[in-house]
């Protein structure tokens, strides 16, 4: 399958700085990736799809002012977690889709996660 | 009623015996199915996929779709402890900004030696 990279694998930051994570595709282009929140023992939740060259997408209940996510070409997206406070502490992984955005075959393959604690 | 459902488990089956997983979903609509596999603490990975009405077959694994009673399966035959894990059923829903995959909540399975 195809490999999608993310970096960092953990973060730990004090509340109030920022973060920001990297997702790229490795042997791919991606116009259309996302990025997903899973909190213990939950599933994993839509946070935003992220277009090359557009504004992301957000899904209701995301602050796209506290989640910045920049998709600056075709391979890399970033989500920045700004002023971050302790209950954003989660497991944050980012997703790149192989096909296009109304392909019902299309495949989302998953990066590693960032596992972010603020403290 | 949640999009995509799951029981959460655990799932406990006996090393070498064949664990059922079970999926029921909401939208008619749906096309494209997934099985994921979480290990915990890791993020998922893409198990087998399956678009079409009937049994897909990949190695130990046997994905099962019914449309018309909304359910999906996923059988592992000859478990083994390294299938411990969460299995995340997913699924394609189209919305306005073109098709987004949901999950559910995963179901826990435990092989014991």
């Known amino acids: 399958g195809a490999v999608v990279s993310q970096h960092p694998s953990w973060v730990i930051c004090k509340s109030g700085t920022s973060v920001k994570i990297e997702c790229r595709s490795l042997?791919?282009?991606?116009?259309?990736m996302f990025w997903y929140r899973q909190f213990p023992k939950q599933s994993l939740m839509l946070m935003a799809t992220?277009?090359?060259?557009?504004?992301?997408?957000?899904e209701q209940g995301v602050e796209k002012d506290k989640f910045l996510i920049n998709h600056a070409s075709l391979t890399l997206s970033t989500l920045t977690v700004t002023s971050a406070h302790p209950e954003d502490s989660s497991f944050y992984i980012c997703?790149?889709?192989?096909?296009?955005?109304?392909?019902?075959?299309?495949?989302?393959?998953f990066g590693a996660g960032t596992r972010l604690s603020v403290l | 009623q949640k999009e995509v459902e799951q029981n959460s488990g655990p799932l406990s089956v006996p090393e070498g015996a064949i664990a059922s997983l079970n999926c029921t979903y909401s939208?008619?609509?749906?096309?494209?199915f997934f099985w994921y596999r979480q290990y915990s603490g890791k993020s998922p990975e893409l198990i087998m996929s399956?678009?079409?009405?009937g049994d897909k077959e990949d190695g130990r694994f046997t994905a099962q779709l019914n449309k018309a009673s909304q359910y999906v399966s996923l059988l592992i035959r000859d478990s083994q402890p390294s299938d411990s894990a969460t299995y995340l059923c997913?699924?394609?829903?189209?919305?306005?900004?073109?098709?987004?995959?949901?999950f559910g909540t995963g179901t826990q399975l435990k092989v014991e030696l």
């Open positions: 939208d008619r609509v749906s096309q494209s």
């Open positions: 992220s277009n090359e060259g557009s504004k992301a997408t957000y």
């Open positions: 997703s790149a889709r192989v096909g296009g955005l109304a392909d019902s075959k299309n495949i989302q393959y």
């Open positions: 997913a699924l394609l829903i189209l919305t306005g900004g073109g098709n987004k995959l949901t």
């Open positions: 399956i678009y079409s009405n």
């Open positions: 042997d791919f282009q991606a116009t259309t």
